[in-house]
């Protein structure tokens, strides 16, 4: 098996061309296959569709021998299992799915040395004599996949996962590739240490998707169901995926869908036949919407899903991104668009306390079990306890050391210490809420908060340019308008304090500028995030420490162009249009919006929805044209879309179409500077017939 190792680039491609059938390597696929062929332990985060999978398959052929891969999902294993075999590889796998003699069989294949490739499913472990029996013959890789479930920290944590840091020892010294498409820092490390690979070298990738605009609108729940049938009732916005909360408001959802366009739900509570022929007739376009509850979309290859709605806050971030991941797999642009609001936060906080039972439940089951293996279900029963209860105590009394279960579900007791442990879990568990939630709340760019929260951090400075902090013109779900003058009087003098002190808290500066509440606080708030969407303000989320707590506060200062703004300058900025939580869409012709509770400001200034209907045709296009431009332009200087012109300034321009630098300065918004930075690409592009 040595000799292939070290081989030149070519030799590699020659191998992933020959026996892949693939023509080249995507990026980074070629340096973490490197690392592994050398025999280096590697933890490798890159998205779902990434190509993962070959980073495994690929070193494993290359340094022969047989590369034991554990994956948890039997269909990932089955199709996984299925593609190499069609590829000709020699194949096996064990999981509960198969009878017992193909399991029989494919251990002998393994022993004699005749398997490419094994998957074992991680409950197998469990399986007395089955480590031995795999240490008899030792494999040239072990590859983890979904290393994600080894950890406790993480959103799909598995129990049998994490056995596997016992397990892998015996095992060595094959070296060990833990692939995942979701892990925080705190994950990675996590996994890290769980398998014992100190040394691994971590590969972390690919988490910006550009072609991927994210929204998140604050709305009451009652308003959202009518909200996603409006938005997904353009057909350019289909196909979509629905993630709702509860089965129930899943299956109603769905049902409302379906009077418009071919729709359905698909959770946990259905018949596995149904979900089955939910997940096809999505895969094969007869439904246009999918409304899930779980993870839906796990098993399914389907590159145009426009647009992924969340109808509540989600769990956790990890969980949020895997799943508008599944937007716009073709590279077109794709939205994702989440609703949500503090009432969200509480249904969570219901359902925390459901799968976390107060620790006195878990020391009564604790107290119970000894060394000798009692049968669970004889434990229930003397405990007399309800049976959900007690699976989810017993689950946690495993996953947290305080219990063992055996293949025969026997129980047994385990150490002291799982109360830290399961103290430490669920404060965890509570801080992904809270994480969650800041990001709803947050004013920075969508994308990069993602991405700076998967720890990717050279990649977590560029503005996305799509979402709706970088381009509120852009935004589908979340409406904006324009301020009115009290409005701006303020803008202004939130811009001569930020000028006078250092930055500061934003409560601290609200505190010191209307004591009495004369704006309030969530009007200020709003305020200080519009002028940040204009770019004149840059507001920070940070955290300090009180007490062994964690506190966020958000920090506001004024970014250069804010310094530099002249008094003069007609402030251009745009407020969220709070009639979004009432009439969402933009209905032509239906007459007033049904108002509940608008304020008079919003109903007699005129909402900015930047509806292109209004102008003229050549005016669109050229707004489009230098909309495009502007992202270029944002791109090549690194800053966000409305640093280079406001959307209202990039507006006015379509319409009046200067072609001279002093025609273009006559458009508010457009300083000498201005004008002298980008006014000759202004106006060429204004000048196109
Ligand atoms: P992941 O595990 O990261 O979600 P997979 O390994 O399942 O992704 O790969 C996703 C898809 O990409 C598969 O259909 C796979 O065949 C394809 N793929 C992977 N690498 C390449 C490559 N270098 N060239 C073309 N297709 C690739
Ligand atoms: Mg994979």
Redesign the pocket.
């Known amino acids: 098996m040595a000799t292939i190792l070290h081989q030149p680039s070519e030799t590699l491609v020659a191998l992933l061309q020959r026996d892949f059938g693939l023509s080249s390597f995507r990026v980074n696929q070629e340096v973490v296959c490197r690392a592994v062929i050398q025999g280096r332990d590697v933890l490798l985060v890159m998205p779902?569709g990434a190509g993962?999978?070959l980073c495994f398959q690929l070193p494993g052929i290359a340094r022969g021998g047989t590369t034991l891969v554990i994956s948890p999902l039997i269909a990932?294993m089955e199709d996984q299992a299925a593609k190499l075999a069609s590829l000709g590889f020699s194949v096996a796998r064990i999981h509960s799915g198969l009878d017992r003699a193909l399991s029989r069989q494919a251990c002998a294949e393994y022993l004699s040395g005749a398997l490419q490739f094994l998957f074992i499913a991680p409950e197998r472990l469990r399986v007395p004599g089955f480590i031995e029996m795999l240490a008899k013959r030792k494999p040239s890789l072990i590859a983890i996949?979904e290393a994600h479930c080894i950890s406790q920290w993480g959103h799909d944590f598995r129990p049998d996962y994490r056995m596997l840091g016992q397990f892998v020892p015996a095992l060595r010294p094959a070296p060990v590739i833990a692939?995942t498409a979701t892990a925080t820092s705190r994950v990675q490390d996590d996994i890290i240490a769980q398998l014992g690979m100190a040394d691994a070298s971590r590969f972390i990738y690919g988490f910006r998707r550009e072609n991927l605009g994210i929204e998140v609108v604050e709305m009451s729940p009652s308003l959202r169901p009518t909200f996603v049938a409006d938005l997904l009732h353009d057909p350019a916005r289909r196909p979509a995926i629905v993630y709702a909360l509860t089965r129930k408001q899943a299956e109603a959802l769905a049902a409302q869908l379906s009077s418009k366009f071919p729709s359905a739900a698909y959770h946990a509570g259905l018949d596995p036949r149904l979900r089955e022929s939910v997940q096809q007739e999505f895969q094969q376009g007869r439904l246009h919407a999918v409304v899930a509850t779980v993870a839906f979309g796990m098993g399914i290859d389907k590159a145009d899903v426009r647009t992924i709605v969340h109808t509540s806050l989600p769990g956790t971030l990890e969980a949020y991104y895997q799943e508008i991941g599944r937007a716009g797999r073709d590279g077109l642009p794709s939205r994702a668009i989440l609703l949500y609001s503090y009432a969200d936060r509480k249904m969570h906080e219901f359902f925390f306390e459901r799968d976390y039972p107060p620790v006195e439940e878990l020391d009564r089951v604790y107290r119970r079990l000894g060394d000798e293996p009692l049968e669970k279900e004889y434990l229930r029963a003397k405990l007399r306890m309800e049976s959900d209860l007690f699976d989810r105590v017993l689950e946690k009394l495993v996953i947290h050391g305080g219990g063992a279960v055996d293949f025969e579900e026997n129980a047994v007791r385990g150490a002291q210490g799982w109360r830290d442990s399961y103290a430490a879990e669920s404060q965890r568990r509570k801080a992904q809420l809270d994480l969650a939630m800041q990001y709803a709340e947050s004013s920075q760019c969508r994308m990069t908060s993602l991405i700076r929260h998967f720890g990717d951090l050279t990649d977590a400075r560029r503005p996305c340019g799509h979402c709706d902090v970088c381009a509120p013109h852009a935004c589908v779900a979340r409406r904006f308008r324009a301020p009115d003058e009290s409005e701006k009087q303020t803008a202004w003098a939130v811009i001569h304090s930020l000028k006078k002190s250092s930055a500061g808290s934003t409560g601290r500066l609200h505190k010191d500028m209307f004591p009495r509440e004369q704006v309030s606080r969530d009007a200020f708030e709003n305020l200080l995030q519009a002028l940040a969407g204009a770019g004149l303000v840059r507001l920070e989320e940070l955290t300090f420490e009180k007490d062994g707590r964690t506190i966020a506060y958000r920090r506001a200062s004024l970014t250069q162009e804010g310094e530099e703004l002249p008094p003069t300058d007609p402030l251009d900025f745009v407020l969220p249009d709070s009639s979004n939580h009432v009439a969402p869409a933009r209905r032509k012709n239906e007459g007033k919006r049904s108002g509940t509770g608008t304020s008079s400001k919003t109903a007699t200034t005129p909402a900015r929805p930047l509806d292109t209907s209004e102008m003229s045709a050549h005016a669109a296009a050229i707004e489009d044209k230098l909309r495009a431009w502007r992202l270029a332009a944002a791109r090549k200087h690194g800053v966000p879309a409305y640093c280079i012109v406001g959307n209202k300034t990039m507006r006015d321009i379509a319409q009046q179409r200067p072609i001279t630098l002093e025609q273009l300065q006559c458009v508010s918004g457009i300083g000498p500077s201005k004008a002298e930075k980008f006014g000759e690409e202004i106006c060429r592009i204004c000048a196109q017939p």
């Open positions: 779902t993962k999978s990932l996949d692939l």
